[in-house]
T-cell receptor, first 111, second 116 residues
Framework: GQQLNQSPQSMFIQEGEDVSMNCTSS?????WLWYKQDPGEGPVLLIA?????ELTSNGRLTAQFGITRKDSFLNISASIPSDVGIYFC???????????FGKGTKLSVKP | SQTIHQWPATLVQPVGSPLSLECTVE??????LYWYRQAAGRGLQLLFY??????ISSEVPQNLSASRPQDRQFILSSKKLLLSDSGFYLC???????????????FGAGSRLTVL
């Protein structure tokens, strides 16, 4: 099946720092999604990317769909304590809209 | 607007007892419905998905089953829980008119199951 690698696994940063995480896949895909999961909650969609090379921003978040269609990154600028959580990349891995998720990047922000 | 509800939010059950987690979606019709499990606060594993009433596809063979008795209701069950069934269970839905792009998944708040 498809391999989806997400890195880093965890990050411990100081408030105000910028954050970058990325995902790579073993196959070409047409859609990349980035979700954030707050502690004890379900994941919430942050950004959806539908076109190779697409760069999309959502407030302090910026995500890009790689030109090769095998990778994507998510940047968070000027991190704040509420950015804490687990960030997942996701791809459509099968029929009926099933998503394959990366293993997540756990972000901790020190005030 | 569409909303998704999951309950119970937290459940502690003894080994060998039955399980029933329920998920309902409002504000949409004929959604695709999904059950995911998240162990140890990390990766999400797809357990079941359904494209219509009575239609269930299983991704991972195990001690659990799913049913869809109504269009917007999805139930996760077990006849006898195992210790390894502990985890965070997430229901999700998708539809062509999700408002965020075709087939984007929207998740419920999750049900935390502890098997003792």
């Amino acid at each position: 099946g498809q391999q989806l690698n997400q890195s880093p696994q965890s990050m411990f940063i100081q408030e105000g720092e910028d954050v970058s995480m990325n995902c790579t896949s073993s196959s070409i895909f047409n859609t990349w999604l980035w979700y954030k999961q707050d502690p004890g909650e379900g994941p919430v969609l942050l950004i959806a990317l539908y076109k190779a090379g697409e760069l999309t921003s959502n407030g302090r978040l910026t995500a890009q769909f790689g030109i090769t269609r095998k990778d994507s990154f998510l940047n968070i600028s000027a991190s704040i304590p509420s950015d804490v959580g687990i960030y997942f990349c996701a791809l459509y891995g099968g029929s009926q809209g099933n998503l394959i998720f990366g293993k997540g990047t756990k972000l901790s922000v020190k005030p | 607007s569409q909303t998704i509800h999951q309950w119970p939010a937290t459940l502690v059950q003894p080994v060998g007892s039955p399980l029933s987690l329920e998920c309902t979606v409002e504000g949409t019709s004929n959604p695709n419905l999904y059950w995911y499990r998240q162990a140890a606060g990390r990766g999400l594993q797809l357990l079941f998905y359904s494209v219509g009433i009575g239609q269930i596809s299983s991704e991972v063979p195990q001690n659990l089953s799913a049913s869809r008795p109504q269009d917007r209701q999805f139930i996760l069950s077990s006849k006898k829980l195992l210790l390894s069934d502990s985890g965070f269970y997430l229901c999700a839905w998708s539809g062509s008119f999700g408002g965020l792009g075709a087939n984007v998944l929207t998740f419920g708040a999750g049900s935390r199951l502890t098997v003792l």
